[in-house]
Every structure is written in C-alpha cells, then in structure tokens.
Nanobody, 125 residues
Framework: QVQLVESGGGLVQAGGSLRLSCAAS????????MGWFRQAPGKEREFVAA????????YYADSVKGRFTISRDNAKNLVYLQMNSLKPEDTAVYYC??????????????????WGQGTLVTVSS
C-alpha cells in the first residue's frame, strides 16, 4: 500500500494559480489510480479530479473543468493538481487519494483505499 503526502497549498488571490503535489511512497504507485478531493468548511468532501494508472485518461468535476489540470509522473511517484483562475469558492482542504480502481476514485469515493493528510488552499477575494 502507498502512503501519500500533499504539499503546495497556501494563500492566493482570486484569479491566481497554485500547483499541488502529492508524493507517494512505495514501489507500486503505477498500479494506483489517483485523485484529488476537497472539503470546504461545513461541507462534505467532494471529488475534484482523477487520473488513471497510466496517466492517459483524466476526469474532472464540472466546477473545475477548464481551470484545473491533473497529471502524474510514475517515474517520480508524484501526482499534481495545477489550479488556475482560482476562485474564493475553491477554498478548501485538498486531499490526495489512491485506489486500484479508477471507478472507485471517480464514482465511489467513500471506498477509496488510501488518503493523504490534506493541504489547505485559501483563495482571497
């Protein structure tokens, strides 16, 4: 099983950009589909983006489509979330997630196998 550590969160003005990184330990990173989720204060955790094991297919929530880009580097055990045109409503704790099934990552988040500890993104207006 992999372990996940997120980084790259912080405070940014509306319209700005941030890139989140998720570092995975272990030698089986490429056998996991990866995703990003977020949880805003007082709200449930929600799906943001996902990428399949090989990196050839990506999936996005409608709220971030066209603004966020997920990518992965299997040689370095890293997954990224490039966030552009940030809005105050993007403020949340962002979590990296891993599961051997892309269906679980995109459709059944409650069953995801591995979660990171989260990184806070704050977008000021």
């Amino acid at each position: 099983q992999v372990q996940l550590v997120e980084s790259g969160g912080g405070l940014v003005q509306a319209g700005g950009s941030l890139r989140l990184s998720c570092a995975a330990s272990g030698r089986t990173f490429s056998s996991y589909a990866m995703g990003w989720f977020r949880q805003a204060p007082g709200k449930e955790r929600e799906f943001v983006a996902a990428i399949n094991k090989g990196g050839g297919n990506t999936y996005y929530a409608d709220s971030v489509k066209g603004r966020f880009t997920i990518s992965r580097d299997n040689a370095k055990n890293l997954v990224y979330l490039q966030m552009n045109s940030l809005k105050p409503e993007d403020t949340a704790v962002y979590y990296c997630a891993a599961d051997q099934s892309i269906v679980v990552v995109t459709k059944r988040g409650r069953y995801i196998e591995v979660w990171g500890q989260g990184t806070l993104v704050t977008v000021s207006s």
